[in-house]
């Protein structure tokens, strides 16, 4: 049977629209469905289909055109959406395919591209000594094919996106976003936290040094988004605060008495939280003073090969950090989060403990991973979605997967 792949909703750049024009070059049916005045822009002139109604009558919508078109699978970004739930539960259920983009599990040369699910529900095994065994017989990847992708070329396909939303009152009157921050306050904040960061990364940067030089024992809390489905739908903490919370109240207890807590900021936070404030007061409750440092920005390689482990709930830093041999333990379930790899114990045991992560062990499974569920490219510049375009096609068109081959 003739495959046809139906587009739901995208990143905020014109990659889905290349990967569309690709799968027509190569023979493929294409269908796509706009949810807001954003997917129409970067949609542009080709034919789709326009949700008007509500979230309720989403999937009476979707078994129509799934049945009368012959659609066989969906393409999509992120599982975790509202508009996306109910397409990849009832798609399984009637024997069509998601492949779901997500941002990659390696920064920043891949994105992430798997069937069903990604992140929490991804389809990757958890045993190590499946990746053990299959891992050392893939090559060895190394870290892709760089490409040029400058920041401002991020935002400005995303401040397109939003401003192209401002006709959604009209055209999708019914449609509310996944994200929980409007987007002009997004913008607001980002623009103040970008402005303070001219004069808080010299300071962050001899902070780090500072560090380095004095061999102070320290570990590393990388904060992460509380927008992030990792945090909103993979964990059990509602946000960054309870983590800090949760995490300084162990190590108060737990850690040892000349040890320091680096906590460092996202490097896309949008500045609308103060955790300098909300760590301050973590301190007097925690008789911590003079034990934690903050950090806006700074050197993460630099951090990692010094520290003496890393705290996070499930970060993609957590697999940066183990590949760099530091100890590691996970507040969450990430995929790394394996036997050999990462702190099994819990988290007022890991600030004695210092076992490394299986140097080994994590070749296998990093080539494991990219072999399955990466695709060397990027979502936003021209060079990155030319090479995404391509490589994805080794993923996306087989009928079997090349992780459903391994197994």
């Known amino acids: 049977m003739k495959r046809s792949f139906l587009f739901l909703q995208g990143v905020c750049s014109p990659f889905f629209a290349s990967l569309a024009d690709r799968l027509v070059a190569d023979g493929y049916r294409v269908y796509k469905i706009n ?28 078994d129509e055109k799934w049945r009368r078109h012959g659609v066989t699978d969906q393409i999509l970004f992120g599982d975790r959406r509202p508009i996306h739930r109910p397409a990849i539960d009832h798609a399984s259920s009637v024997g069509i395919r998601s492949h779901v983009f997500e941002e990659g599990y390696l920064r920043p040369c891949w994105v992430t591209l798997e069937r069903e699910g990604v992140n929490g529900h991804s389809l990757l095994p958890r045993d190590p000594d499946w990746f053990q065994s299959v891992g050392e017989r893939l090559p060895d990847y190394g870290n892709g094919e760089p490409f040029a992708s400058p920041f401002r070329i991020r935002a400005a396909h995303d401040a397109a996106y939003h401003v192209a939303g401002i006709a959604n009152p009209i055209l999708f009157n019914r449609y509310r976003t996944h994200a929980p921050v409007n987007a002009a306050v997004e913008y607001a904040g980002y623009i103040r936290r970008f402005t303070m960061l001219r004069w808080r990364k010299p300071q962050d940067a001899a902070l780090i040094d500072a560090l380095v030089e004095r061999r102070a024992p320290f570990y590393l809390l990388p904060l992460q988004l509380n927008s ?7 964990c059990r903490f509602e946000d960054m605060n309870g983590v800090m919370e949760f995490v300084m109240a162990s190590f108060a207890l737990h850690a040892p008495a000349a040890a320091r807590l680096v906590i460092k900021n996202h490097p896309l936070d949008a500045g609308l939280i103060d955790y300098r404030r909300v760590i301050t007061g973590l301190e007097k409750k925690f008789a911590l003073s003079g034990r934690i440092d903050y950090l806006e920005s700074g050197d993460l390689d630099k951090l990692l090969s ?15 950090s183990v590949g760099m041999g530091c100890p590691t333990v996970t507040l969450s379930d990430p995929i790394y989060n394996l036997p050999g790899l990462t702190f099994q114990g819990p988290l007022d045991d890991f600030w004695q403990d210092d076992g490394k992560p299986e140097a080994e062990l994590f070749r296998c499974f990093r080539n494991t991973v990219i072999h399955t569920t990466q695709v060397n490219g990027g979502f936003y510049s021209r060079a990155g979605i030319r090479m995404a375009v391509n490589n994805c096609r080794r993923l996306l068109e087989p009928e079997r997967s090349p992780l459903d081959e391994l197994l």
């Open 228 to 234: 992030d489905a990792q945090i909103r739908d993979h």
């Open 35 to 62: 949810f807001n005045a954003g997917d129409l822009l970067y949609w542009g002139a080709r034919p789709a289909w326009n949700y008007r109604g509500d979230l309720s009558g989403l999937r009476d919508f979707l």
């Open 306 to 320: 010094f520290a003496r482990g890393v705290v996070t709930v499930n970060s993609t830093l957590g697999f940066l």
